[in-house]
């Protein structure tokens, strides 16, 4: 039985298991998802949300008797990035301030296929992964840039700027008295004598 058994060891030594929860914390702040296996994400899971709640306090007090202070110090003993431990008092913490917890969420995705160890997402709440995310913004790029001709496109308006007439609507050269192409050249050209 596993009675005051309280975390998992994750088959490293005190000092390194620190190390990866903080690394992990400090990256799934900053992109607010990650990858990893799920005894990692499930260790994970109470550290961020730990800081989370300090974050979430700090910035419901306001800054009344340097509380904001002491709580973005004691997020900085934790994660030394200054940028995301901003980020979180910034933007995180307000985003949470009406939820009473549970700020991640772990879903399993599978297997890695290299050592076969279970592969969970583990991401904050309230920020979805859309896996098409960076395929629709690149589609959405695509349309709004003006679209570039082809050799063919280029050469038959060369062409049309050559002949000096602009295309209608119908696709025909358009005449001073309104005729088409083929009317203009028939009145125009005499007939032959004798034949057909």
């Not at 390194?16 to 990650?34: F, G, S, V």
């Not at 994660?79 to 949470?96: I, M, S, W």
């Not at 700020?103 to 995705?109: A, M, Q, S, V």
Request: charged share 35%.
């Amino acid at each position: 039985m596993r009675h005051n058994v309280a975390h998992r060891k994750l088959g490293r030594v005190t000092e390194h298991r620190i190390a990866l929860l903080r690394n992990q914390a400090i990256a799934l702040l900053r992109h607010e998802r990650i990858e990893t296996t799920v005894p990692k994400a499930k260790e994970l899971r109470p550290f961020v949300e730990r800081l989370i709640t300090i974050a979430k306090r700090a910035v419901a007090s306001g800054d009344a008797n340097g509380k904001a202070l002491h709580a973005r110090r004691l997020v900085l003993a934790e994660l030394p990035d200054k940028a995301v431990v901003g980020k979180l008092f910034e933007t995180l913490a307000p985003r949470f301030a009406e939820r009473p917890g549970g700020y991640t969420r772990i879903l399993r995705i599978g297997f890695r296929r290299g050592d076969s160890a279970e592969v969970a997402q583990i991401e904050l709440v309230g920020s979805e992964y859309n896996p098409r995310a960076a395929q629709e913004k690149k589609a959405e790029k695509e349309a709004a840039k003006p679209k570039t001709k082809g050799v063919g496109e280029r050469l038959k308006a060369a062409a049309q700027r050559m002949r000096g007439g602009k295309k209608d609507e119908g696709g025909s050269k358009a005449q001073a008295g309104g005729q088409t192409r083929g009317a203009a050249r028939k009145s125009t050209t005499p007939r032959k004598a004798g034949g057909s």
